[in-house]
């Protein structure tokens, strides 16, 4: 198979690449929390990738930020997500031959808000057929605005993957207009809920699922804020846990500080990056073996 | 259907939620009261690209529709079975279209073949449907009113049998033609209707200027084999160059003042000079005196420049975008925002990074229902424009639009105020260079970048420049790209830093003929070849391609070693580059076309040669009273009772009259919900959620705060990167209505008000110690009505320029008190809107937008109460100063006694919070301002749901102390352990007033009786829903 990674050791650190240009926005906060999680992270204009100067494959975790990617003129991530299927380089593979591979190698692929819409529209996510035809979709939120609001998530205890090990719930912000997950079909929504691929729910005060606004801020089907592919290896989630790497970006982190001085300065995001990183690091320590593996 | 053009439609499946359509239905009933039963909306896309019915059949599948949502229909406009009209909403030839350029983006990368995405081949529209069969009249007004702007898009309306398709085919016709206006020998009178026919915004005396300027340079044109008169272009570039919107000539203009009140005379040699720059040049020597060295950059080049470490430098700039959003607020607001990010970014060399937004909107009144003049558009069609605009701006480019303010005056309806702020941070060195400084030197390229050039924005400076009238141009208008935008500047950075840019300057107001002549009186002239210059479509003369305001340009300055580099780069991140010239050093600006010479203009007459204005200014100061107030007890209620001096209150208030019809009575707790739900004080939150206010991840006091989510906050507070604490705090000072009374009082408490919002939430004032580097870095922004006297037109124009002459005075003032620089400003000087005999002008209207340096965000303080049992305090001092207060407001009142900002008195409280703040003795501070102590303590309780009991002192009646607006105060709480240390630190200053309790009730007593009491989530709930979120609308899930 083309396009092996060099040989990693324990020592290397993790390397996530985080793709940017035309009109990815949340590329340097993203970039901060793979750094802050003990990675190392690269921000490479998306054309570097399509152009062959930069390969994915030299990467752990591949990662797409938020943003308006070509403006979300024909709906988001739409244009994005048709680059990375149509568009060949020199030797007719497209971008998106090159992430199935990386995917089968064993790695990683997250999508946060513009990101996740990108790989929804380009049926990594979820994925169930295992062919990347797109199964649902994300469009406007039913309140028919785009909004910036906090939101509290809900962890799928049967969700398999890696990101979100040993996480219940987590606080975070939306930033979205076309958020609201509908996904086609009674047989596909069973079996997502069967698989645990929607693995973020929003929630109440209380810690429940719920539909209500704003709590739910885009009255998604299954109330889904993320989803995973069936290997867990793909994720995906409209809220921002780069927004949320210190206690202080939190609207009410003046508060909380008063009432518990000793509170860490962390934020909740920040957990996703450190699980993923770590989960990474531990790979390769238990089983460099299997590891090597996947990747021929 | 045209042979050669094929058309993709997409409609939603059926059962899928038809969102759009459903809110045009509504806004059809509510604001037009035009029933239009349901409404289907669909998505065309019109392809005048070579394709096979397989490849249109399988772009349209693939690529376009999703699958999920949408059915597709080829070459036909598929509509449901019950539909009567219809209407398509398509674009004006060269208005930008960048759905269609997304989709033309898509069929590229589907093809897999290279096509050009500046040349338009996909045109996007939407085409709309109506169970009612409405007559054509509705339909158009429906369509130009809801659907669009007759000045950027065309309407096809009609019954749903005869469906009209309109596709924009842009250009053709007109030759590069370059004419010469004859101007020599000119009349007075022929001078003066040359330059209001030709849009040029010169009076006599500087047509006349040009005129005679010809006149003694015929021999040197004519050996040149020059035209003894100006070419089209060359006037084109005067006009841009001398339009008040590039030179500020009434700020530089020569003042005569008198103060009819006491006969005292004086002469103002520049408004700018006196007041502004002097100021700050005093300022800087104090701070470079006392080892603060900070101030990098003022008054030259795009944006300020102040140091903000050894590392890096802080770029600030602020400007308004008022014309154009009184035209097409959409429009108007979203090239506001991309132009002013423009600016930092192409400050020095170029290339910093956006780190904020910030925006100040001054709006009619949204529920006005009189009757419109003609091209007048309804102040809520503007409030609802211009802040989508915002929102796609900001949202699109990634930059948080961390805080801002609305101002609702009727004297706005005619030209909105839209005031744009970025804060952006630039490396001190790049490739070994100080990134501030523009350096240019003859035979360095001149690179356009960006966007193409159309017949968008001609004429926009000059015409910001002259006031509006039904005949204002069309061609005025430009949509922005923020896509575009943000593709250049992701280049511009990279570019920076390899060196690769000379320096860079921003296509703003003026375009080419603009920015090149301002870059060019640093080498001393240049060379620019028009025909080089990339065109969105053919048919645009020589002098259109010089002055255009197409946005989304830079021009950059390149050592010709340099270009491969720079061209190769170019093409990578898919930014177009175009060579159109070079600098020269002959003090010439040389414009060609194909060769021939299109312009010759020497850069000094260019830029030295307008002559200057003379203006005359007499204050007087306005017959103003003050009503009578009472304080009646009622029982256990205790009643404030106002004798209006206005009629027009009685009729309003007519329940809450007292027997004897004299005086309005109204119990001091109705007050208060009165006052949380006016229009100047109300929640502006369905407006803040809708704008990104935390990308990039470094916002710490974001608009909305608390556990709510919905306690307002007084100035943002960013921080600069993921390494350190330190960042910046930002706030606006804005009070226009106080400048009926005096303003100077309003400009002084304008810049106290945006002072006091940075000391709130732990910002210090600058200077206090050696070396604190602790930096401020102010703009000013002058909105005024015409303020040149004339004996017909503007009969007050005098007052008028003598009220502009207060508001500086009291700029210089404040400078010099707080010892706070401005490192940038800017004026709009013809506010005023003229239709059917009638004219609307703003009120003169200053606004101050600060930024300053906060050493470590986390000691940062939110307005909101953080536990009960904290000690709440006034922090300074009240006077009798309800005058232009929101109290007197709610009675169509003014009053007399405006409030005084006592610089002396300020600077000793702000100095003694910086340090109480440094002991960690403050929990919570909120700025007292609109609505006085009342509404800062209801707002205070809104992040949690916590109480509080106050009491009152003795001393003035209840009715100023909870109601009037007197500056430089704050509500402060106190941890019970620290109230010792607070009190001894603040001694007089300090008023205890009460506690935060957990009981969720806002008590304040006086003198033993209790005169509010109010459950705080009913505050809440009144300021929540006050008009502001019932016009925009709250968030909630629509029925499918």
Redesign the interface.
Known sequence: MEGQQPRTTTQQPVQALIL???????E??YA?AY??AGAEATIV?L??VM?GHVSIHDYDILNFP???S??????SG??LA??LR???NAAGRTLLDDIREFIANGKFVMGICNGFQVLV?LGLLPNLGGDVT?E??L????????????VRLKVNPKSNSPFLKGIDSLEV?V?HGEGRL?I?GEETLAEIEARGLNCLAYTDYDGSPT?V??HN?N?ADLNCAGLTDTTGQVFGLMP?P????SL??H?????RK??NPGLS?EGDGLKLFRNIVEHVQGQRQTVPQEASQFSS | MDATQRTIQLLLKPGQHDGEGQRVAEAASRHLGLATGRVQSTALYTVRYPVSDEQLRDFATRCLQDPVLHEVALDEFRHGADYKSYILVAKLPGVTDDEGISAQNALGDFLNEPLDTHTQHIFSKRLYFLEQELPESSLRRLAEELLGNKMINRFEVGPIAQIRDYTPRPGGGAESITDTVRLVGLSDEELVKLSKDNLYALNLEEMRAVRDHYTSIQAERQAAGLPQDPTDCELEIVAQTWSEHCKHKEFSAVIKYRDADTGEEFEVDSLFKTYIKNATSEVDRQLRANGNDWLIKVFSDNAGAVRINPESLFVWKVETHNSPSAIDPYGGAITGILGNNRDPLATGIGGARLLFNTNVLCFGNPEFNGTLLSNQLHPRRIFEGVRKGIEDGGNKSGVPTVNGAIVFDDRYAGKPLVYCGTGAVMPMQLAGLDSWEKKIDAQDRIIMAGGRVGKDGIHGATFSSIELDETSPATAVQIGSPITQKLAMDFLILATRRGLIKCSTDNGAGGLSSSIGELATISGGAVVELEKVPLKYPGLRPWEIFVSESQERFSLAVEPAKMDELLALGREMEVELTDIGYFTADGSLDVRFDGKSVARIDMEFLHNGVPRKVLEAEWQKPAAQEPAVEIRQNGVETHICVSPLNDQSRAIWASNLSNDETQICVSTTDVLFKLLGSLNICSRESVIRQYDHEVKGRTIIKPLMGATGQAPQDAAVVRFNFESWEGVAVSNGILPRFGDLDAYDMSAGAFDEAVRQIVAVGGKLPNLSYGDGNFWSVNDNFCVPDSVYDPATNPDGKLKLAKLVRMCQALRDATAAYCIPLTSGKDSMKNDFKADGVKISVPPTVLYSMTAKIEDVRRTITSDFKQADDVVYLLGETYDELGGSEFYQLFHELGANVPKVRFEEAKALYTLMGQANDQGLIQSCHDVSDGGLAVALAEATFGYGFGAEVELPEGLPVSVQLFAESHSRFVATVAPEDVVAFEQHFGPRATRLGVVTQDSQLTVRHAGQTIISASTAALRHEWTNGPVNRIIGFGQHAEA
């Open positions: 940017t240009g035309f009109g990815i926005n949340c340097e906060e901060a750094r802050l204009h054309n570097e152009h938020g943003g308006f070509f403006g979300d003129d024909l709906g739409v244009v048709n680059k149509y568009r060949k529209k797109p649902v979709t469009t406007h939120n039913a309140s028919g605005r785009y909004e910036d609001r906090w912000p930033r509908i086609k539909d606004y704003p801020p009255g921002h780069e927004a949320f790497l202080y970006n609207p009410d982190w003046a508060r008063r009432q300065e």
